[in-house]
């Protein structure tokens, strides 16, 4: 098993090196619209029963749709707009529904708010800083940071269930403890990744720990669907690590909000106070 990991992992290394460093911006939403249908693929086997048809379709028209908006070059910002508030209704969705069994089929609907936004989000930031793609890594590096902190501290202090019901696994201490990290980590990230965020220091870190919270939105609802789903994982997509939503259900989150928080810092802001 531990074999099969690495080897998946190297692999998936080398699918992101190419997807989000080698491509020029045409070809890289296209390979991600793609990328898109495959997780969207996976929403649709945990939404409708076995071996459906229609999970097949249901990824098919949301990676078309994501083409179709990116040819017609369609604004990022109300995308985003809607999606960071829906996001902010998951906790309502997840008292809802957890403890039932089987997914509702409006989770469909719930599917596409939180793939097509994000797909829209993800674009715009590897654009917005040119070459670079410099937005677009620190987003990564904020993700990949909450979940690095969440998980150590999680399992060194954690005491208090943050969502028994849903993830039994996370506690409050581990939230915490992701959300430090992620902050630490913007605060690196500015540095690391020019030209950093048009804003004071206060206000990034601030938008370092929402992108952090929102990814554990992200990951708790798609904990949710696998759950009620009565699956393990979103697919068997990559042996040893699960599905494609598995690795990036943290991201569908926090890149709306990540994005918003940009798009404001860059039509609002006049200098850099850092």
Avoid: N
Avoid at 123 to 128: D, K, T
């Amino acid at each position: 098993m531990l074999k099969t990991r690495i080897v998946t992992a190297l692999a998936m290394l080398g699918v992101f090196l190419v997807v989000f460093v080698v491509l020029p911006p045409t070809w890289f939403a296209l390979a991600l619209a793609f990328l898109l249908a495959l997780a969207a693929w996976e929403w649709g086997r945990l939404c409708l029963p076995s071996g459906s048809a229609g999970a097949i379709a249901f990824g098919c028209c949301v990676g078309a749709f994501a083409v179709v908006l990116f040819v017609t070059d369609v604004p990022v910002a109300p995308a985003v707009a809607v999606a960071v508030p829906a996001w902010c209704l998951s906790p309502v969705l997840m008292r809802r529904w957890s403890g039932r069994t089987g997914v509702p089929a409006s989770a469909l609907v719930v599917g596409v708010v939180a793939l097509v936004p994000a797909y829209l989000a993800i674009v715009a930031l590897r654009g917005w800083a040119g070459e670079s793609g410099a937005y677009l890594w620190m987003l990564l590096v904020l993700v990949w940071s909450a979940d690095i902190g969440a998980y150590f501290v999680g399992r060194k202090l954690g005491r208090r269930k943050l969502a028994p019901r849903v993830s039994p696994g996370k506690t409050w201490e581990g939230l915490f403890g992701g959300v430090a990290c992620a902050a630490a980590a913007g605060v690196g990230a500015i540095w690391l990744f020019p030209p950093g965020v048009p804003t004071t220091a206060p206000v990034w870190i601030g938008v370092c720990v929402g992108t952090a919270a929102f990814s554990v939105l992200g990951d708790l609802t798609e904990s949710l669907l696998k759950r009620m789903a009565g699956v393990k994982d979103s697919s068997q997509l990559l042996p040893g690590h699960g599905g494609l939503l598995d690795r990036i259900d943290a991201i569908l989150a926090a890149a709306p909000f990540f994005a918003l928080a940009v798009w404001l810092f860059q039509t609002a802001a006049t200098e850099t106070l850092w």
